[in-house]
């Protein structure tokens, strides 16, 4: 950014988003797929919300994750006191909604359902900041040549260890096969 690479630091943007999703898939994919085996390896008792709590948490810190690059350039771009007050407000809605949705009397899970959906919002809201300040970024190529292809390969991703869990038996070899 310092020495007006463009080329270059879109470039170390894409990879940096690629491999994080990357990791983050290859982690995560996983460790939902085989989180009851986990859980009861783990835990003295396993419940199906212990698992689904897991699961989300799993999910949110996925969503959260991708921040970080987008972060990187905006603080080297040094307009980081309206991205931080923006993007901080937004995850600052997590209290409320968790709040509201306690008082309507729904399930703890949907805290992190909450959290997730405002982990969204907070990325919409980095992404439109960082068109803001830098210009050589386009957020229809961010959705078009990442997110959307990363989305289709965690899906079928998903659904081949989704696949090889229910197909093999043995609770080892099935883990180590999803692995």
């Known amino acids: 950014y310092a020495v007006q690479d463009h080329d270059g630091l879109n470039l170390l943007f894409s ?8 990791i983050v898939s290859v ?4 460790l939902i797929v085989e989180m009851p085996l986990i859980m009861d390896v783990w ?4 419940t199906p919300e212990k698992i689904l709590f897991a ?7 996925a969503v959260i994750a991708m ?7 905006m603080q080297a771009s040094g307009n980081i006191r309206m991205y931080h007050l923006l993007a901080e407000t937004v995850m600052l809605m997590c209290l409320p909604v968790s709040w509201v949705l306690f008082r309507m009397g729904m399930p703890a899970y949907t805290v992190l359902i909450s959290m997730i959906s405002v982990c969204i919002v907070a990325h919409m809201t ?9 210009r050589y970024f ?9 997110l959307v292809p990363y989305i289709l390969f965690t899906l079928v991703s998903f659904a081949a260890a989704f696949l090889l869990h229910r197909v093999i038996g043995s609770a080892a070899v099935r883990f180590v096969a999803v692995l």
């Open 27 to 30: 982690v995560g994919i996983p």
């Open 15 to 22: 990879f940096s988003n690629k491999t994080l999703f990357f």
């Open 55 to 61: 699961r989300l948490m799993i999910g949110y810190v």
């Open 43 to 46: 835990l003295v008792e396993t």
């Open 138 to 146: 386009s957020i229809s190529d961010y959705l078009l040549k990442f």
């Open 126 to 134: 980095r992404l439109y900041c960082l068109k803001r300040n830098y």
């Open 67 to 73: 921040q970080n690059p987008i972060t990187i350039i």
